[in-house]
């Protein structure tokens, strides 16, 4: 059994509900989070003369309370997550950082003869080297993103996400940190992003917009009983040796052919090349947590993940609050007027009135995809 459905199956068992393509984007993120721990330590493939940095860092985008710090405990929860048995990849959910924290820091102390001498404070990438972090709730990442004044902070996570090596000179030493493989899967409200930031291009993208029929399901799914059960210990023991098979199975791997995936990128997505490496990535992780590794197969699953890739990044270019009105009007089962609309996204998306009604007007007037007809929203047909 795949890690793929190992974790499809206990989603199932504990009553979650299926959000499409989570759990094959997280998978994956896992699996390449597996192959580059063991790239950073045999230094087996490589890319321009550089060891090749297969780390995939998703951001989880979704409303409050829809997800993001559920998803993030279920798998990498350092005591109950279906990871947690899995020792050779340290797990944890934070919810703050400071600056500093990411590199660590230097200061000085006093010894047992009381003589001044300088001590090292690690910091994230430190302790968690070869770890997966959740970072919940991290809307700072757009500031960090979008500021046109680069800060420390900023430089840090820009070196720690894509490098392996980190330097930080201080007047009183300098920290440094080699072997880095830390893998970022951090938590965001529904907001537009500048992707031309360096920083936003090391992401993958995990947009979620509940609709009225997924608000249902969740209200279901939280009174179901199975949802009060602990991830079964056989689940986590299964996870626990598929990785390890998985790493056996890299260590015999010499060489990955992406022919496939390359003819692909090369159709109608129109995929820049400084975005392929994101696609590839996650393609080879897909192949590992669907159990063809090292066939990378382009399956109609992968290619559905792809595109919902595609998909994602030019949504947060846009504008993710106003498609996700669109999305809830164009998935409706039912007919919806525009005050039911309203009301569902000033409950179930936090969104005040004012908001609703910019956006709105932007989707009728503006861009065209929606028309209002007795007194009904109703979608343009393309």
Known sequence: MSLL????????????????????????????????KFNLLNK????????????????????SGWVKSTTARFFLSPRDGILSRTKT??????????PESWVGTLYQDNDEEGKKIIKKSR???GKYKFGIVAADEFMRLKDLAESTIPSNELVYLLSGLDNDVITKDMAIGSVDELNIGTTLWPGMRLTTLDTSSGLLRRFSYHLFFPTIKDARKFKTAIRDKRIGKPISEITKDKVRDEIEGLENIIADTESLDLLEIEKYLNGSMLVPHFEEHIYKKMA???SLASGTFPDIILDERLKGLLQNEFYNRNIVRTDPEREAIYHCVKSSEKPLTV???ETFFRYHYSMPYERFRLKFSSLVSYLKKLYIEDNVVKVYKA
């Open 5 to 36: 459905e190992i974790v499809e199956r206990e989603y199932n068992n504990l009553g979650m509900v299926k959000i499409p393509y989570l759990v094959e984007r997280l998978c994956s993120s896992i699996t390449c989070h597996i192959i580059n």
């Open 44 to 63: 087996k493939f490589y890319h321009a003369g550089s060891l090749y940095n297969f780390r995939t860092h998703v951001i989880l985008m979704s409303p």
């Open 89 to 98: 990849i340290p797990t944890t959910v934070r919810s703050t950082f400071t």
């Open 123 to 125: 910091g994230i990438f």
């Open 284 to 286: 080879i992780g897909y």
């Open 339 to 341: 005050k039911e609309l």
